[in-house]
């Protein structure tokens, strides 16, 4: 018996499948067979997204969902089940946060943060758990982040004002990784696994074009370099897979060795 990549059965919804990271993690998915719902706000930027790419056809579908409002993603995950029949994994991608400075952050943009960040990867999971049930197998897979893992250094924004690294994402991405393990312990049992992975840095085109800020990035890593979105994504091939079913409760850094040193 081999237990492949292979994702032909699997039907995969990737919350903020149009952003930075999900246009990469979800192409790589349907290179391997599955067929992609990338849950978002705006059908608008979906189609800019994945524009000209013919051969993603059939196996990528857009599903309107905004992660703040639990009755969204019922309704998405509702129509992702009736369109299909089973929904095999979700994966947490998507994420909002409010409020940067440390000194200032106001209640409001602290909870936002955690809303954005924490409780929405809850509210997800918590919604599609009797989904995964219904096939007694499944796979969630939470995007949390280095920051989750070890303090920023916040030295490396120093040259960049108005850009900083502000407490309440990587307060919020620890509690995802914590979320996993309750998670996995909770329902392994019934055939579902659920992971977390941290990636490192991969900066936004835009972030990339501050001098000398990917250079205080990449000093950061064993391999002396940023990541690009496609060296993530096989990760997600991985945990989505048959070959991962006994890799469960672990929070995975794809960070070029950052959180080694
Ligand atoms: N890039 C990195 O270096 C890095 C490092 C570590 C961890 N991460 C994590 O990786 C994940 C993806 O990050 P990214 O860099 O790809 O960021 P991104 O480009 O900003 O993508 C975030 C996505 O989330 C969506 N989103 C925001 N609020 C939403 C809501 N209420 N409902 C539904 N979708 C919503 C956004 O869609 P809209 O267009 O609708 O806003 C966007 O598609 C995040 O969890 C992030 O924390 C990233």
């Known amino acids: 018996m081999i237990y492949t990549f292979d994702l032909s059965t699997k039907v995969i919804m990737i919350t903020g499948g149009y952003g930075h990271l999900g ?7 349907i290179h391997h067979g599955a067929t992609v719902y990338v849950l978002g706000r705006n059908r608008t930027n979906f189609d800019n997204a994945f524009r000209d ?4 056809d059939k196996k990528l579908q857009f599903s309107n969902c905004d992660v703040a409002s639990t009755a969204s993603i019922q309704n998405a995950f509702k129509e992702v089940f009736k369109r299909e029949g089973h929904i095999d994994v979700l994966i ?3 994420f909002y946060l409010q409020g940067q400075n440390p000194f200032e952050i106001s209640d409001a943009d602290w909870s936002t943060g955690i809303d954005g960040t924490l409780n929405s990867v809850f509210r997800a999971t918590r ?3 009797p989904y995964l049930f219904k096939n007694k197998s499944g796979r969630i897979i939470n995007v949390s982040s280095m920051y989750g893992v070890v303090a920023p250094d916040l030295s ?3 040259d960049y004002p108005g850009m900083l690294n502000p407490p309440h994402y990587g307060v919020a991405k620890a509690g995802v990784g914590q ?3 309750y998670y996995a312990g909770l329902l392994g049992k019934d055939g579902i696994t659920v992971n977390a992975v941290a990636p490192g840095p991969f900066p936004s085109e835009k972030v990339q074009q501050k001098s ?3 250079e205080k990035l990449a000093e950061k890593t064993c391999v002396g370099r940023i990541g690009k979105p496609e060296e993530l994504a096989g990760i997600f091939v991985y945990l989505s897979s048959d070959a991962s079913s006994y890799t469960t409760g672990q929070i995975i850094a794809v960070d070029g060795g950052w959180t080694a040193l």
């Open 23 to 29: 246009v990469a993690i979800s192409r790589s998915l």
């Open 212 to 214: 000398g800020f990917i």
């Open 179 to 181: 979320l996993t393990k």
């Open 127 to 129: 919604e599609v758990i």
């Open 53 to 56: 790419e013919p051969e993603l």
């Open 92 to 94: 947490n991608n998507a």
């Open 156 to 158: 490396i924004y120093d």
